[in-house]
């Protein structure tokens, strides 16, 4: 058996901390997709993740460790929609 393969089915715990609504820490991050001062959005293990807010500013990111640490005036966190189509019915996902 391959044990190169199992590393790459292990996926990253993914957990959210705000502190204040001023500090953001987000574990899980698979990749950035875009940043600006009002809204931040990343990949993470469990979809999509907007952080809307003022003066938002990334003050660590690791994608090698999956971890992100923002810190600004934080408004709103949310996850996008997961479509039953882009993840396919679970004999797709089986059967590749």
């Known amino acids: 058996m391959n044990e190169g393969n199992t ?3 292990m996926k990253m715990p993914h957990s959210v901390v705000l502190e204040d609504r001023r500090r953001l820490t987000v574990s899980g991050v698979s990749d950035v997709d875009s940043f600006d001062e009002q809204m931040i959005v990343v990949f993470t293990e469990l979809g999509e993740l907007t952080v809307k807010g003022a003066d938002l500013h990334i003050s660590r990111l690791s994608l090698e460790m ?9 408004a709103s966190l949310s ?4 479509s ?7 004999f ?3 059967f590749r």
């Open 66 to 74: 999956g971890e992100l640490a923002v810190e600004g005036d934080i």
């Open 7 to 9: 590393n790459n089915l």
């Open 79 to 82: 996850y996008a929609e997961q």
């Open 84 to 90: 039953k189509e882009s993840r396919g019915s679970f």
């Open 92 to 94: 797709s996902r089986v």
